[in-house]
């Protein structure tokens, strides 16, 4: 149902963009990471129809989550990579949201998970 797409490697201080299409309408979406022996930590989150974003602290101000004109693709602008950001990336969506969560996304949120895409800084 979603398909990321964008990651790669980068040396530290650049910027990588990645990409999720979700086959259908979505309310709420959400990137999420996890690096080798850690847990999945969300790190950003938006309102489709509202556009209202949130973020966890460890990406505020560097990650930026966004969607297209035609709202039919989720962006996460990455800019100041750091090598503490490697992890596999994953897009999350759900049709039906259920609130106004006023914090970085939870899992337990989404109902719909892309296969990943692996981002690498060195």
């Known amino acids: 149902q979603l398909v990321e797409s964008g990651g790669g490697s980068v040396q530290a201080g650049g910027s990588l963009r990645l990409s999720c299409a979700p086959s259908g309408y979505t309310s709420y979406m959400g990137w999420f990471r996890q690096a080798p022996g850690k847990e999945r930590e969300g790190i950003a989150a938006i309102y489709t129809g509202a556009g209202t974003t949130f973020y966890a602290d460890s990406v505020k101000g560097r990650f930026t989550i966004s969607q297209g004109n035609a709202k039919n693709t989720l962006y996460l602008q990455m800019n100041s990579l750091e090598p503490e950001d490697t992890a596999m990336y994953y897009c999350?969506?759900?049709?039906?949201?259920?609130?106004?969560?006023?914090?970085?996304?939870?899992?337990?949120?989404?109902?719909?998970w892309g296969q990943g895409t692996q981002v690498t800084v060195s």
């Open positions: 999350a969506a759900v049709t039906r949201v259920a609130g106004w969560f006023r914090r970085r996304p939870f899992e337990s949120d989404f109902r719909a």
